[in-house]
């Protein structure tokens, strides 16, 4: 399968909102709620932001959001803040191989 | 407190076998629903998700290195193993282990919510 496609780079000032896409196939994104987004500082272990779409774990901020259309997800991040300065990927349980695959992620510059 | 960690050599030599092992604490690998996954991210670029063990010994590998993988769980030692052959410095990474996600209901989802520190793996010869 291949890998999703997001934007690799995304900028926003501090208090702004942003928008990260992620586009996939009927194979995968569009045919399961089954997307997650993880944040990755520089040096650091991915993070679990959103799961199945548009569910955060306990301890995220509600500033970060998730939705899909079609074969394209989408992660939100209103109130820009500085911490929130980092790599976002994206991530899809792709059925017809029974597989996990991810985007090649999107570096997050808050200006 | 639910916790991860990754070992496994370095550097390796190019067609050498690399096996890693992710030993945990704070969950069971006995436990219906748990799964724990191998990812790796080559230096500066993306992460791969590279296999996944259930609590039930279903095993799920990636289509692009299924030859190469097998992962297996030890749930006396609270470990999951992963095996790769015949390595190659392309396969030169950050190699993570990861639970999967748990809601307070007890509903087990499929994302990476407890992630090791990883474990630099270099190929080289």
């Known amino acids: 399968q291949s890998a999703l496609t997001q934007p690799a780079s995304v900028s926003g000032s501090p208090g702004q909102s942003i928008t990260i896409s992620c586009t996939g196939t009927?194979?995968?994104?569009?045919?399961?709620?089954?997307v997650s987004w993880y944040q990755q500082h520089p040096g650091k272990a991915p993070k679990l932001m959103i799961y199945?779409?548009?569910k955060r774990p306990s301890g995220v901020s509600n500033r970060f959001s998730g939705s899909k259309s079609g074969n394209t997800a989408s992660l939100t991040i209103s109130g820009l803040q500085a911490e929130d300065e980092a790599d976002y990927y994206c991530c899809s349980y792709a059925g017809s191989s029974r597989a996990w695959v991810f985007g090649g992620g999107t570096k997050l510059t808050v200006l | 407190q639910i916790t991860l960690k990754e070992s496994g050599p370095t550097p390796v030599k190019p067609t050498q076998t690399l096996t890693l092992t992710c030993t945990f604490s704070?969950?069971?690998?006995?436990?219906?629903?748990?799964?724990v996954g191998w990812f790796r991210q080559p230096p500066g670029k993306a992460l791969e998700w590279l296999a996944l063990?259930?609590?039930?010994?279903?095993?799920r590998y990636s289509p692009s290195l299924e030859s190469r993988l097998t992962i297996t769980k030890d749930t006396s030692k609270n470990q999951v193993v992963l095996t790769m052959t015949n390595m190659d410095p392309v396969d030169t990474a950050t190699y993570y282990c990861?639970?999967?996600?748990?809601?307070?209901?007890?509903?087990?989802?499929?994302?990476?919510?407890?992630w090791g520190q990883g474990t630099m793996v270099t190929v080289s010869s």
């Open positions: 704070g969950f069971s690998l006995r436990t219906s629903g748990v799964g």
């Open positions: 199945e779409g548009n």
């Open positions: 990861a639970l999967r996600g748990q809601e307070s209901s007890g509903y087990y989802y499929d994302a990476f919510d407890i």
């Open positions: 063990i259930y609590w039930d010994d279903d095993k």
């Open positions: 009927s194979s995968d994104v569009g045919s399961f709620n089954l």
